[in-house]
């Protein structure tokens, strides 16, 4: 694995149901992050984990909305009850601290439509 | 909280004229500059930082407190830099969330 990857890649889904997203992120990444982009913004942060531990949620990041990352590896987000206003892409990036290194690495992407 | 803007939406320039996508910022404490890439259905991707002071891809910026802007130049446009650009920043050194600007889509034509 050299880089992050999610899954999956689309995702087409009636309003009300609920999805889940999934990201590996790069094998020695100890940080996780999440972020949304609509068109014509760029990324938002939504949150990030480092290692299992969930640090930081946006203001964005509504109660239907929840992330998790259960063993420090890979990590999952979900959205319930999804909305028309959902539809975006999902990005997922990992970082390392390690040596103070600050790079994120971005996954392709999860494009959401709630029709 | 800090901010990230990038004026232009869009920046159209022939090839082998010098290029300038501009990114002003706000943010009270010491921040860390980015500009990161989008190359047509590839991922987002670092372009360079404001700390490492190279030059990619003939690409420089340079981060100026006085003016808080971090202005992405390249002397002569290549067709291959046609992609979208992201300038954004974290709190220094603290390997944060990005805050990222609207971006700026790069169209070089010949």
């Known amino acids: 694995d050299t880089g992050v990857s999610q899954d999956p890649r689309h995702k087409i889904t009636k309003r009300g149901q609920n999805v889940t997203f999934r990201c590996d992120p790069i094998?020695?990444?100890?940080?996780l992050y999440w972020y949304r982009q609509t068109l014509g913004q760029g990324p938002e942060f939504l949150t990030y984990?480092?290692?299992?531990?969930?640090?930081?949620k946006s203001r964005l990041l509504s109660d239907r909305f929840s992330a998790e990352r259960p063993k420090g590896s890979f990590s999952t987000l979900e959205i319930q009850r999804t909305e028309q206003g959902d539809s975006a892409m999902y990005l997922c990036?990992?970082?390392?601290?390690?040596?103070?290194?600050?790079?994120?690495?971005f996954g392709q992407g999860t494009r959401l439509t709630v029709v | 909280a800090q901010r990230v803007t990038q004026p232009e939406k869009l920046l159209s320039v022939f090839k082998g004229a010098p290029v300038e996508l501009k990114c002003n910022y706000s943010?009270?404490?010491?921040?860390?500059l980015f500009w990161y890439v989008q190359y047509s259905r590839q991922r987002l991707q670092l372009l360079l930082r404001h700390i490492s002071r190279e030059s990619i891809k003939g690409f420089t910026a340079d981060l100026n407190k006085g003016e808080t802007s971090f202005h992405l130049k390249k002397p002569f446009a290549q067709e291959e830099d046609s992609a979208m650009y992201y300038c954004?920043?974290?709190?220094?050194?603290?390997?944060?969330?990005?805050?990222f600007g609207t971006g700026t889509r790069l169209q070089v034509t010949l």
């Open positions: 984990f480092q290692n299992e531990a969930q640090l930081e």
């Open positions: 094998s020695e990444h100890n940080r």
């Open positions: 990036a990992s970082s390392s601290t390690a040596a103070g290194d600050t790079e994120a690495f």
């Open positions: 943010y009270s404490g010491s921040p860390e």
């Open positions: 954004a920043l974290i709190p220094t050194g603290t390997a944060s969330k990005l805050t």
